[in-house]
């Protein structure tokens, strides 16, 4: 009510009259007057515009792992209260609350999808082939769970060999995980300006920093549809292959274990020993080096 005393006092209505009639006390009146927003409120919307910012990146987070994020860009805080600021704004962990029958969809896309083509019949196709490397990139995250929790692995595969061009391991599914990925490939394969990089629509490919990491690089973000498998079916081979012959191999009691056989699955064995068929039998490595200039041969 103190803006509207404000404003009558104005127009030349007199605050003991306004405050009369409204029934408020003049004195804590002229206090806000003097300082409208206290020190307590300015720092409450700065921890709330953290814990925004780390909601929009990794809306899968509940409030504690907000608050970790908070914390790191530098807005103390207790968990209790991280707790009430995203209850009072209804920031959620898609996790946590159901969002119908079916839960929550996922988020709209953030790019086109330039892998789609459209046959003959009027149906939508994708076509995940590259005439030279570093012209079109798949990637997408899959979890295995280990004795100390899940392990998150993010790939990055050059639809034009099939190599997995970079990969990033973490324990949190995070945006970073994918930045992380992205950013290996681009070091690994030097100029990149100009690929397309196809993904679901997974709120870590619609991150900000995401986003941010695809400009960077100048390349150019690809997104399929929603609840359509084959809209990433190139990338969920590799996935599926990694399954059966590393993750589903036995139990793994920590995550070490489990990093270590996967990078030494995807460096020493798929991308040199693994022959494929749409490669004429040749190993990802092979084909690369055999059907690319030394000029353009990849690292």
């Known amino acids: 009510m103190y803006p509207l005393v404000r404003e009558l006092a104005a127009g030349g209505i007199p605050v003991a009259v306004t405050c009369r009639v409204l029934k408020l006390a003049r004195q804590p009146y002229y206090r806000w007057l003097k300082q409208p927003v206290t020190q307590a409120e300015w720092d409450e919307a700065h ?6 910012d780390a909601h929009r990146d990794d809306p899968e987070f509940g409030h504690r792992l907000l608050a970790d994020e908070a914390r790191d860009a530098g807005q103390s805080m207790a968990d209790r209260t ?10 959620w962990s ?27 019949n009027g149906r939508v196709r994708h076509q995940f ?41 973490d324990s949190r599914m995070k945006s970073r995980l994918a930045v992380a990925a992205l950013t290996s ?12 990089v196809h993904s679901d629509r997974g709120s870590q490919f619609r991150s900000r920093k995401y ?9 150019v973000g690809s997104m399929g549809r929603v609840g359509a498998a084959g809209d990433n079916a190139a990338m969920e081979s590799f996935f599926a292959l990694l399954q059966k012959n590393v993750l589903n191999r036995r139990t793994w009691q920590t995550r070490d274990q489990l990093r270590i056989a996967i990078v030494a699955w995807i460096e020493r064995t798929y991308h040199r020993r693994r022959r494929q068929a749409r490669l004429g039998r040749l190993t990802p490595i092979e084909y690369e080096t055999i059907m690319t200039t030394p000029a353009t041969q990849a690292a």
């Open 94 to 120: 898609t996790f946590g609350k159901k969002r119908g029958r079916n839960g929550k969809r996922p988020g709209p896309a953030v790019h086109d999808d330039l892998c789609a083509v459209v046959d003959g």
């Open 47 to 52: 921890r709330a515009n953290a814990l925004f």
């Open 211 to 219: 986003l941010r990491a695809l400009r960077s690089h100048g390349l």
């Open 129 to 169: 082939t590259a005439e030279s490397p570093n012209e079109l990139w798949l990637t997408d995250i899959t979890e295995h769970r280990t004795g100390e929790g899940k392990l998150y692995l993010c790939a990055v595969k050059d639809a034009y060999s099939g190599r997995i061009v970079g990969y990033s391991i």
């Open 185 to 196: 490939a681009a070091a690994r394969r030097g100029d990149v300006a100009g690929c397309v």
């Open 82 to 91: 991280a707790w009430r600021i995203c209850r009072d704004n209804r920031w």
